[in-house]
Nanobody, 121 residues
Framework: QVQLVESGGGLVQAGESLRLSCAAS????????WGWYRQAPGKQRELVAA???????NYADSVKGRFTISRDNAKNTVDLQMNSLKPEDTAVYSC???????????????WGQGTQVTVSS
């Protein structure tokens, strides 16, 4: 069984920074894509940033230039560096991974439980 565990959330003031981390553990053959999602109260979950095993990245327009996603393939971890935070960045942030386990051809999607990020004005 594969588990994703996030860390690094908290309460900050507008303009400050936070770094979120997510670690995958368990029987993992490979993780092809990592993603960070967020969901604010009363809003739909949205993709914030994604990163492929080859290093390609994709960001939501609202965070471009402020957030940076990075991964460590050897450690099966992904980070989200969030700079110049705004009150509208307040949400529960969850990491997700798409990958494979040894001995199976089926692709799996795994999710963390989420971590709260609150930005005060």
């Amino acid at each position: 069984q594969v588990q994703l565990v996030e860390s690094g959330g908290g309460l900050v003031q507008a303009g400050e920074s936070l770094r979120l981390s997510c670690a995958a553990s368990g029987r993992i053959f490979s993780i092809n894509v990592w993603g960070w999602y967020r969901q604010a109260p009363g809003k739909q979950r949205e993709l914030v940033a994604a990163c492929t095993s080859g290093g390609s990245t994709n960001y939501a327009d609202s965070v471009k230039g402020r957030f940076t996603i990075s991964r460590d393939n050897a450690k099966n971890t992904v980070d989200l560096q969030m700079n110049s935070l705004k009150p509208e960045d307040t949400a529960v942030y969850s990491c997700a991974a798409e990958g494979f386990i040894p001995g199976q051809v089926r692709r799996y999607d795994w999710w963390g439980q989420g971590t709260q990020v609150t930005v005060s004005s």
